[in-house]
């Protein structure tokens, strides 16, 4: 019996789905974001923007999520040309992990460079406030699933490829120093990325703080494997919209999740648009 191949034709239909957006725009960004529940807004902002429904897009999986819009938008964050996802699919609504990743394989295929991956989390460490912004510093697997397997595609990078640097220690920096700026206190943590859609139980969390952990969610870590597999290089900030089951006498609620990632949309944005041109500049550095 032969594998299954779940990875086969993702390369050219990559491809051109990349070649389909680009054919949209004349703006070439080398920087894409995915934007995370509650935290849409971003998208809204940008100026000369195009926005395409994922519908639209050849291969595209559409978002079913509840506070994601399910849209490509191309755009100018000031002078900064950006690609940013409005909205993700989720292991948890039933894709399978290569369409969660397609997305990010098309931001590589469309020359992007370095992409800012966000997303709303639990807070684990109880340092965190609710409304903490916290850069990713590492990421532990936990979703039993990854965007490489099956026969890999070299065009889209290594079989073995490292995970030591999966989160730019320059870019953190950069948005550590830009945080500190904007007075939001700097913040690193470990996310561990979870299935879901189950909100964990408190034996869960004491488990994962156990092993590391800083916070808990149900995205991210594909999109970053896929990303780091094509050479890109990526930064990923968590919002803490919740303290993590048990930490709290309370129980969790997905509206608690949008309602504190729109309290601290503001903050965020800033924090978007102080770190982009600074970014722009450190790809552009490295291409010299
Ligand atoms: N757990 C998992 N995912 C999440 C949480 C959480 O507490 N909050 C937002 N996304």
Known sequence: ??????????????????????????????????????????????????????????????????????QLVVGKAGDVPVAVMQGRVHLYEGYSVNEVAFPVRVLGRMGV??????????????????????????????????????????????????????????????????????????????????LGPSYETPAEIRYLRTIGADLVGMSTVPEAIAARHMGMNVL??????NMAAGILDQPLAHEEVLDTGRRVMGQFVALLRAVLPRIAKEIAASRE
């Open 236 to 241: 990923a900030i968590s919002c803490v919209t």
């Open 113 to 194: 460079r370095a992409v800012i991956l966000t997303n709303a989390a639990g807070g684990i460490n109880t340092e965190y406030g609710q409304g903490a912004l916290v850069m990713i510093r590492d990421h532990i697997n936990l979703q039993g699933q990854n965007p490489l397997v099956g026969a890999n595609d070299d065009r889209l990078g290594p079989r073995f490829p490292d995970m030591s640097y999966t989160y730019a220690k320059r870019y953190r920096e950069i948005a550590l120093e830009e945080a500190k700026k904007l007075s939001i206190p700097p913040r690193e943590g470990v996310y561990v990325g979870l």
């Open 1 to 70: 019996m032969k594998p299954r191949d779940t990875t086969q034709d993702v390369f050219p239909r990559a491809e051109s789905a990349a070649a389909f957006v680009l054919s949209q725009t004349k703006l070439r960004p080398q920087i894409g974001l995915v934007l995370g529940s509650g935290l849409g807004a971003f998208a809204d902002e940008l100026t000369k923007a195009v926005r395409i429904p994922y519908a639209q897009i050849p291969s595209f999986p559409r978002s079913t999520a509840i506070g994601h819009a399910g």
